[in-house]
């Protein structure tokens, strides 16, 4: 015999004979059989026990089938009513429709149909469990694509935000970030132009000073529009964006999507960046200007930190620099003797096509080249006769002094190498580490020629300064010995302007 006992079913009637035959019918084939005498007991019934089926009269006293039905369908729209009545009337059968009764028994009821009535509502009601089941599943599906692709949508942002701290936090000059901020804006918001504008509070002007995108030289002049437009902008402290651009308010017909947004440091508008649209369907949205804003505090936040940073560094340059002062100022004698070696380093450095930043680090070495001085005692750094041997090797010792007073700081590795070799030799005679030739960094190559030069020169302590000729030639006669042949010639090139 087939298993009904979990097949629970509720007959509904207020004749006690129907509920009895039902009941009697159904427990024999082995169903669950619960029976109410009218709604009020039935709904009573349903909230404790979980039901398969209810089969309902429909004129009873308290509570009729069709309020009945109408209840169920409330607290639960999956559990199937079946309507039984002596008297169906087209109103009663429209009426049990609207409540969501499945089926519709004639009376007197033939038990056998309510057992096929039931059998045929459990097979649909499996059917249409599964379909919920089913749908469901489409949409946690697609709850799920939705999810994962809003996840995709964050991570890219997040990945743009790191990418544009980033390239801030590697810039370490001011106009290094003017140009990161055009690139990032061009590139992030997908702009076929982005320019960065400063801004002069005195006469009210802007001045582009970074530009990324299709006009890399220059654009048009600014339009009086445009000017407005940035006026407005650093007004009010806001970005300012024109979705559609169709030339009504004064910006270039040729830009389609345009977006200005002010930059600020310690809340004094240092200018504004632009990003424009030239071409194609693209329109800039919120989201763009979103970005662009994120782009725009960051950078403001480095240029601020370099401008602390570019402080920071000339002031440790003038404190190492005073040491030199100070330690010059112990020996008259070599008083500016720094000044004038980073003086004719960078004059022999230029003559031989240094680079800017070559030129820099010259004049940087050449004031301190001699630092390491500080950490040798007076008696024999301002000894006015000859050296004895110790002493000299007492001496020799301050270009790696010096190189690590200045490496300390961390920030000055070239510079640091530099005074490092200011004493080797060409020929791999000299000090600290003996390098030899083109393994010597040019620029002590350099400062050398130029210290050589110079303290011979001038006064010193043990002896007075050569003449000039003398000296000149004491360089000639020192190339590929102690100096690299190449520096020595451009040195007597220039050695009149000396
Ligand atoms: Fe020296």
């Known amino acids: 015999m087939v298993d009904n006992s979990k097949h629970t079913i509720l ?18 084939k082995g169903y669950t059989v ?49 309507v039984m009545t002596g008297y169906p009337s ?29 059998r045929r509502i459990v097979r649909e009601r499996g059917l249409f469990v599964e379909n919920l089941i089913l749908r469901e599943e489409v949409e946690r599906q697609e709850r799920l694509k939705a999810l994962n692709d809003e996840l995709i949508a964050r991570v890219d942002e997040v990945n743009t935000f790191n990418r544009i701290m980033e390239d801030f936090s590697s810039s370490d000059s001011s106009h290094g970030i003017f140009s990161k901020v055009v690139e990032l804006s061009q590139e992030v918001v997908k702009a076929d132009e982005a320019v960065f504008y400063i801004y002069t509070e005195q006469d009210n002007s802007f001045v582009s000073i970074a530009r990324s995108g299709l006009n890399p030289h220059g ?11 940035f006026h407005g902008v650093i007004k009010d402290d806001k970005p300012c964006l024109v979705f559609q651009n169709n030339g009504n308010n004064g910006i270039s017909e040729n830009i389609r999507s345009f977006m200005v947004v002010p930059l600020k440091i310690r809340e004094k508008t240092f200018g504004v960046v632009t990003a424009s649209v030239l071409s194609g369907a693209r329109r800039f949205g919120d989201k763009d200007v979103y970005y662009m804003n994120f782009i725009t505090q960051k950078a403001a936040s480095a240029i601020e930190n370099i401008a602390l940073y570019e402080n920071i560094y000339d002031n440790l340059f003038s404190t190492l620099y005073a040491f030199v002062a100070v330690l010059e100022a112990r020996d008259p004698y070599t008083r500016k003797h720094s000044t004038r070696v980073a003086e004719i380093g960078h004059m022999i450095g230029k003559e031989m096509m240094c680079e800017d930043e070559e030129l820099d680090i010259l004049n940087f070495a050449g004031h301190l080249h001699d630092i390491g001085k500080i950490g040798i005692r007076d008696d024999i750094l301002l000894k006015p ?20 007073i200045v490496g300390k700081l961390g920030l000055w590795d070239r510079e640091q190498e530099i005074i490092r070799h200011h004493h080797e030799y060409y020929d791999g005679t000299g000090y600290p580490d003996g390098l030899m030739g083109h ?24 002896r007075k300064r050569m003449e000039r000729g003398k000296v000149l030639a004491i360089i000639k006669e020192g190339k590929g010995t102690q100096f690299d042949p190449e520096v020595v010639d451009v040195f007597l090139k220039i050695a009149d302007r000396v």
């Open 219 to 229: 654009g048009e002049e600014l339009s009086d529009g445009t000017r407005d437009l």
């Open 439 to 462: 393994g010597i960094p040019k620029l002590s190559r350099i400062l050398s020629v130029a210290d050589a030069f110079d303290a011979m020169a001038s006064d010193r302590a043990y």
């Open 385 to 404: 006769g000859r050296l004895t041997r110790e002493e000299y090797e007492k001496i020799k010792e301050h270009p790696a002094i010096g190189a690590d």
């Open 90 to 118: 087209l109103d009663n059968t429209i009426r049990t429709l609207k409540n969501g009764v499945v089926d519709f028994l004639v009376k007197p009821v033939n038990l056998e149909q309510m057992e096929l009535s039931f």
């Open 11 to 28: 007959v509904v009637d207020d004749e006690e004979g129907i509920l009895e035959i039902s009941e009697e019918f159904f427990e024999r």
């Open 34 to 82: 619960y029976t109410a005498r009218n709604g009020v007991e039935a709904i009573d019934l349903i909230k404790r026990v979980k039901i398969c089926c209810c089969f309902t009269d429909i004129n009873m006293p308290e509570m009729d089938g069709l309020e009945l039905a109408e209840q169920i369908r409330k607290f639960d729209n999956t559990l199937p009513v079946v």
